[in-house]
Antibody, heavy 127, light 107 residues
Framework: QLQLQESGPGLVKPSETLSLTCTVS??????????WGWIRQPPGKGLEWIGS???????YYNPSLKSRVTISVDTSKNQFSLKLSSVTAADTAVYYC???????????????????WGQGTLVTVSS | DIQMTQSPSSLSASVGDRVTITCRAS??????LNWYQQKPGKAPKLLIY???SLQSGVPSRFSGSGSGTDFTLTISSLQPEDFATYYC?????????FGQGTKVEIK
């Protein structure tokens, strides 16, 4: 059974870079049937998609965060990572990593969804 | 960018009630719509994908419908374990925007 686990500092200072890693176990990160994503949730608020990385290496980012976000994959460690630069208090949130499932259909674009998710890790931005 | 709007933002219901949550996209997304359930302190869990396909292991009281811009998640008979927040997510574009969530509370 595939499992994902986020790791990284729980406290980051304003203006610094937030760095998180998601370790995938129970399956390989190298498959064209999947992609890998980061989603965050500020305390008491809803879910916000941050970005995704595909098997091809292509990355897609939320336009509102694009200038500050980098997502990368390390296939040798079965991990993918998130870097968010120039953080402020507004970036305080629970950060989730998730596997994206891609299902190709005979006509039209592939369907895709996030499943499973990691348990999430709280990152607080404060001096 | 595609915007997703859910209604209502919250609702109160009793065990056994039929519950309907609506999600509207700012442009047509065909059937590229997923539904997730989130309980307090837990990660979201996939319920429905491709608008109406039930994820394996999810009870059959959950169902999804819709296409284009208007979608519905229905719980046919609300159970105690169903009190949670529900989110829709579009997968039509690579920018997988979520709705703002609908909190289902006990009446």
């Amino acid at each position: 059974q595939l499992q994902l686990q986020e790791s990284g500092p729980g406290l980051v200072k304003p203006s610094e870079t937030l760095s998180l890693t998601c370790t995938v176990s129970g399956g390989s990160i190298s498959s064209s049937s999947y992609y890998w994503g980061w989603i965050r949730q500020p305390p008491g608020k809803g879910l916000e998609w941050i970005g995704s990385i595909y098997y091809s290496g292509s990355t897609y980012y939320n336009p509102s965060l694009k200038s500050r976000v980098t997502i990368s994959v390390d296939t040798s460690k079965n991990q993918f990572s998130l870097k968010l630069s120039s953080v402020t208090a507004a970036d305080t949130a629970v950060y989730y990593c998730a596997r994206g499932v891609i299902v190709v259909v005979p006509a039209g674009s592939p369907y895709n969804w996030f499943d499973p998710w990691g348990q999430g890790t709280l990152v607080t931005v404060s001096s | 960018d595609i915007q997703m709007t859910q209604s209502p933002s919250s609702l109160s219901a009793s065990v056994g009630d039929r519950v309907t949550i609506t999600c509207r996209a700012s442009q047509s997304i065909s059937s590229y719509l997923n539904w997730y359930q989130q309980k307090p302190g837990k990660a979201p869990k996939l319920l429905i994908y491709a608008a109406s396909s039930l994820q394996s292991g999810v009870p059959s009281r959950f169902s999804g419908s819709g296409s284009g811009t208007d979608f519905t998640l229905t719980i046919s008979s609300l159970q105690p374990e169903d009190f949670a927040t529900y989110y829709c997510q579009q997968s039509y574009s690579t920018h997988g925007a979520f709705g703002q969530g609908t909190k289902v509370e006990i009446k």
